[in-house]
């Protein structure tokens, strides 16, 4: 899958067959406006991926210090872009890890 088919996957109302791919999922359910299953995916993962995706969603509803200690977590650096710039750079990396 391609991020362009990824995108048009957000926009139907049934998540896609994703190759047991729970980085994408999350970062599905996150665009479908279910912060709380993303974030329940995310947070069982143990990867730096996970916990980078984690960070953004604690970023975007606003609980800084817990996006801090994530991207700490994930060695990355607090992002100053938008959370749609931040996202399409995680389903990148995400595509990419298949």
């Known amino acids: 899958m391609h991020i362009e088919e990824f995108k048009e996957a957000v926009k139907k109302p049934k998540i896609p067959e994703l190759e047991n791919n729970d980085l994408l999922k999350a970062l599905w359910f996150d665009a479908n406006d279910d912060w709380s ?20 969603l604690h970023r975007k509803e606003g609980d800084m210090s817990n996006a801090s200690y994530w991207y700490h977590h994930a060695r990355v650096t607090y992002p100053t ?3 749609d710039e931040e996202w399409g750079i995680l389903v990148e990396l995400a595509l990419d890890s298949n």
Do not use: C
């Open 37 to 56: 299953r993303a974030h329940s995916i995310v947070q069982r993962i143990p990867t730096k991926m996970a916990s980078r995706i984690h960070a953004y």
């Open 81 to 83: 872009y938008s959370f």
